[in-house]
């Protein structure tokens, strides 16, 4: 069982930053931040396998960064350049085996963290 809790969301406007932390109960290979906006369907933003090789969603390559802190079992993913259509419900996610790639089969879920971009 692993245990996942964000943290870092607020209300911002467009083009500021904010940094999203998740904090896991034990280390996982694999780790992940999706999103949900209201509406639509949750998408994948970013996965990672162990520490490096992260695999980006087409919506925001380029403006977000990942990274993982193996020895605190932390996940976090800076967003620049935050624009109205990110918009969401922000959450961590995990999964056991080395498959990070394999979106669909994440099973473990923090309670998500809300992250709101106005003009």
């Known amino acids: 069982q692993v245990q996942l809790v964000e943290s870092g969301g607020g209300s911002v406007q467009a083009g500021a930053s904010l940094t999203l932390s998740c904090a896991a109960s034990?280390?996982?290979?694999?780790m992940a931040w999706f999103r949900q906006a209201p509406g639509k369907e949750r998408e994948v933003v970013v996965s990672?396998?162990?520490?490096?090789?992260?695999d980006w969603g087409d919506s925001v390559k380029g403006r977000f960064a990942i990274s993982k802190d193996n020895d605190k079992n932390a996940l976090y993913l800076q967003m620049n350049s935050l624009k109205i259509e990110d918009t969401a419900t922000y959450y961590c996610?995990?999964?056991?085996?080395?498959?990070?790639?394999?979106?669909?089969?994440?099973?473990?879920w923090g309670q998500g963290t809300q992250v709101t971009v106005s003009s």
């Open positions: 996610a995990a999964k056991l085996g080395a498959d990070c790639n394999s979106h669909a089969t994440y099973n473990y």
């Open positions: 034990t280390y996982t290979y694999c």
């Open positions: 990672i396998r162990g520490a490096s090789n992260p």
